[in-house]
């Protein structure tokens, strides 16, 4: 799976070339681990993948690892990550009633980036943030980015800045569907 990720930062490869489809939606058991989405910010990026539990107390539970990357040396490092477990039927695409908005956080997480300093401070951090997109979104603005949304509503987010970023939910016609503040996702942003 390291290797997938990182020809997909390297030569840009389509997660969704590799993703199951909806007829997998149930990920039964056997499914091979599929990149789910992925979102790159300058020198740094996350990949979100979905696999099946590799620890002995849970082997079959399936999980969303979401895995943070710095470009250094010409080369793409991954720093870390972490996993939770995934939904029933994790691949379906869900409406804006059942995430109770157009995006809905399920995981975040960061990592240092410059785990090499001498210093206990001034730790660079990379960011992350993992979420569902609502039925009828069609891509999400972050800042001047825009992520298209893969068929089943996943996706990753990363950012370096303290502040983590507002994304903006849009519809096929890149109307806005809503404003989600991942420094407050609790509380709704408005337009």
């Given at each position: 799976m390291r290797e997938l990720c990182l020809r997909l930062l390297r030569d840009g490869a389509s997660p969704a070339a590799d993703a199951p489809g909806p007829a997998d939606s149930a990920a039964p058991a056997g499914f091979p681990d599929a990149l789910l989405s992925h979102d790159i910010d300058g020198d740094i990026a996350v990949v979100s993948v979905l696999r099946r539990g590799s620890d002995v107390f849970r082997p079959d539970e399936v999980m969303i690892e979401g895995l943070t990357f710095q470009f250094r040396g010409g080369e793409w490092?991954?720093?870390g990550g972490g996993a939770g477990s995934a939904p029933d039927r994790p691949l379906d695409r869900r409406s804006e009633d059942e995430l109770g908005g157009p995006l809905r956080v399920y995981a975040s997480g960061r990592t240092v980036r410059n785990a090499d300093r001498l210093l206990p401070w001034g730790a660079k951090w990379v960011n992350q943030a993992r979420l569902r997109a609502a039925d009828g979104v069609a891509s999400i603005?972050?800042?001047?980015?825009?992520?298209?949304?893969?068929?089943?509503?996943h996706v990753a987010i990363v950012w370096g800045s303290r502040r983590a970023p507002v994304l903006e939910a849009l519809d096929a016609d890149g109307g806005v569907r809503g404003v989600l503040d991942l420094e407050h996702p609790a509380v709704p942003a408005h337009a």
């Amino acid at each position: 799976m390291r290797e997938l990720c990182l020809r997909l930062l390297r030569d840009g490869a389509s997660p969704a070339a590799d993703a199951p489809g909806p007829a997998d939606s149930a990920a039964p058991a056997g499914f091979p681990d599929a990149l789910l989405s992925h979102d790159i910010d300058g020198d740094i990026a996350v990949v979100s993948v979905l696999r099946r539990g590799s620890d002995v107390f849970r082997p079959d539970e399936v999980m969303i690892e979401g895995l943070t990357f710095q470009f250094r040396g010409g080369e793409w490092m991954e720093l870390g990550g972490g996993a939770g477990s995934a939904p029933d039927r994790p691949l379906d695409r869900r409406s804006e009633d059942e995430l109770g908005g157009p995006l809905r956080v399920y995981a975040s997480g960061r990592t240092v980036r410059n785990a090499d300093r001498l210093l206990p401070w001034g730790a660079k951090w990379v960011n992350q943030a993992r979420l569902r997109a609502a039925d009828g979104v069609a891509s999400i603005r972050i800042g001047s980015r825009l992520l298209a949304v893969p068929e089943h509503g996943h996706v990753a987010i990363v950012w370096g800045s303290r502040r983590a970023p507002v994304l903006e939910a849009l519809d096929a016609d890149g109307g806005v569907r809503g404003v989600l503040d991942l420094e407050h996702p609790a509380v709704p942003a408005h337009a």
